[in-house]
T-cell receptor, first 113, second 116 residues
């Protein structure tokens, strides 16, 4: 248990659907991240939020829309996705301090039909 | 730019034996951190161990140790007394200087299979 939860754990959606992924942290840290993990590829950083402000958008298509309403919650809104967007989406929280370790949630496995 | 290279796509080890997973890195930063994560088939990314670039001693966490050779830019993970539950993907990662919104760069991972 890392103190980072993600819902849903699995999601199947059509290309015309709109859905949202949710990340919640109970660690009290200020930096939150979305990563995408596709098969046979390294983790790709998508977005970074620091103190609820987006500080990084790693050239992510606009069909992915993040939202950070408070320091405990991070959302990823999805609309008109493509089959190649099927992947594991991981949320992480940065602990700060000397090590600055990132702790991950269990991920949402997304399948786009 | 930072780069992590893991050259072993897959490794096998017998239960109770030790295994070394290789990781080399490239960075122009003077201060950086190196991490290892374990990812079981369930998908969660589990933090295992951290090594700071200025740490003179190799990091250890239980059965995990990090063989840090700065001049060679390598940060190999050593798992001692392997257990069946160690079967998973293992990722090496690094960040630059600790601070605001520091980012992790990941390698492609090594799949470890522990056999009886």
């Amino acid at each position: 248990e890392t103190g980072v939860t993600q819902t849903p754990r699995h999601l199947v959606m059509g290309m015309t659907n709109k859905k949202s992924l949710k990340c919640e942290q109970h660690l009290g840290h200020n930096a939150m991240y979305w990563y995408k993990q596709s098969a046979k590829k390294p983790l790709e950083l998508m977005f970074v939020y620091n103190f609820k402000e987006q500080t990084e958008n790693n050239s992510v298509p606009s069909r992915f829309s993040p939202e950070c309403p408070n320091s405990s919650h991070l959302f990823l809104h999805l609309h008109t996705l493509q089959p190649e967007d099927s992947a594991l989406y991981l949320c992480a929280v940065r602990a700060g301090g000397l090590e600055d370790t990132q702790y991950f949630g269990p991920g949402t496995r997304l399948t786009v039909l | 730019a930072q780069k992590i290279t893991q050259t072993q796509p897959g490794m096998f080890v017998q239960e109770k034996e030790a295994v070394t997973l290789d990781c080399t890195y490239d960075t122009s930063d003077q201060s950086y951190g190196l991490f290892w994560y374990k990812q079981p088939s369930s998908g969660e990314m589990i933090f295992l161990i951290y090594q700071g670039s200025y740490d003179e001693q190799n990091a250890t966490e239980g059965r995990y140790s990090l063989n840090f050779q700065k001049a060679r830019k390598s940060a190999n993970l050593v798992i001692s007394a392997s257990q069946l539950g160690d079967s998973a993907m293992y990722f090496c990662a690094m960040r630059g200087r600790a601070g605001t919104a520091s980012k992790l760069t990941f390698g492609t991972g090594t799949r470890l299979q522990v056999t009886l």
